[in-house]
């Protein structure tokens, strides 16, 4: 993945606090809140607008993002995750699935907001495993 023609990647921290990136739902959402308390962190970046926290994330300025699925469109992540994946970084299901787009909608919700009801992982890759197993736990 390139940002005006140089290469970027992702964050290569490992076994260190993690630098989270959020929107300001975290502030209202209890789940979200202790989704992140489980991680541990040095500190939580408010960013606005998924596309802007994923390519943090592949840029190396963030290292996890945790959000709720349906609080995006398909559109909000697709473009983003596949410039994630090209700077090594990794996006799943908290069940560490893989996103699949174009696949439905979620009739909960409005049409266009992605079809799955549990949250979605953003990661640098290095411990993606790790944090899946810390956020699943009770």
Not at 56 to 61: D, L, P, T, Y
Not at 80 to 86: A, G, N, V
Request: hydrophobic content about 35%.
């Amino acid at each position: 993945a390139f940002c005006n023609d140089k290469p970027i990647l992702i964050s290569q921290h490992r076994g260190e606090k993690l630098r989270l990136a959020s929107s300001g739902r975290i502030i209202k959402n209890k789940g979200l809140q202790e989704s992140y308390n489980k991680i541990p962190h040095s500190a939580i970046f408010f960013q606005g607008g998924s596309g802007l926290k994923i390519c943090g994330v592949a840029e190396g300025k963030y290292d996890l993002v945790i959000t709720e699925a349906h609080s995006y469109n398909e559109w909000d992540l697709c473009a983003p995750s596949l410039i994630l994946e090209e700077a090594g970084g990794t996006i799943t299901t908290l069940d560490g699935k893989q996103i699949l787009y174009n696949r439905g909608y979620n009739q909960r919700y409005h049409p266009g907001v992605m079809d799955y009801d549990q949250m979605i992982i953003i990661s640098n890759g290095e411990e993606h495993e790790e944090i899946l197993r810390l956020l699943r736990e009770s």
